[in-house]
Structure formats: C-alpha cells, structure tokens
C-alpha cells in the first residue's frame, strides 16, 4: 500500500458543461504501489451532485486513494473537502 495520498485540484476558467460541478478521478493501488482502479466521475451541479462529492472525496481520502478534481469552483466551495486538504 503507498505511503502517502495525492489531492490534485485543477482549477479551471470556465464551466466544464452546464450540468457539471466536478469530474473526479479516483485511483487506488495494490500492495505493490501498482494502480489497481481507475474510476472517473462527473458530479452533477445540483444539492445532491455537492453533497455526493464531498462525501466520496472525503471517503476516498480516508481510505488512502488518490483523488484528482477539475471544476470550475474555488476550493472553498467545498468545505469538507478544504478542510481536509489544507493545513
């Protein structure tokens, strides 16, 4: 298992489509440090969409898998996530 997890956060000018609040790509790895899954996910831009990816970031983090995001919105849109990934 690796040792560290990675957030990457890409911050983009314009919205990704009208619908998107995020596309997140999970990766976790095996004993070996070798990926072992790749999800990818767009969250829709609606009260479920933000509470859904908070949550799964959030999880996925505590878990120990990396978790890249590109969105349109600052990070301090999203609290929890913030939280987390800023010391």
């Known amino acids: 298992m690796k040792s560290t997890v990675n ?3 890409c911050q983009v000018g314009e919205s990704l489509d009208d ?3 995020a596309l997140v790509r999970f990766t976790s790895y095996d004993s ?4 072992l899954a790749v999800e990818q996910v767009t969250y829709q ?3 479920v969409g933000f509470t859904d990816f ?9 878990c120990g898998v990396d978790v890249a995001v590109m969105t349109s919105y600052d990070l301090d849109y999203f609290p929890i996530v913030e939280s ?4």
């Open 32 to 35: 070996d440090s070798r990926a």
């Open 45 to 47: 831009d609606t009260p």
């Open 19 to 21: 619908e998107a609040l």
């Open 7 to 9: 957030f990457v956060y």
């Open 84 to 87: 987390l990934v800023t010391f």
């Open 54 to 62: 908070e949550r799964h970031v959030a999880a996925a983090l505590d």
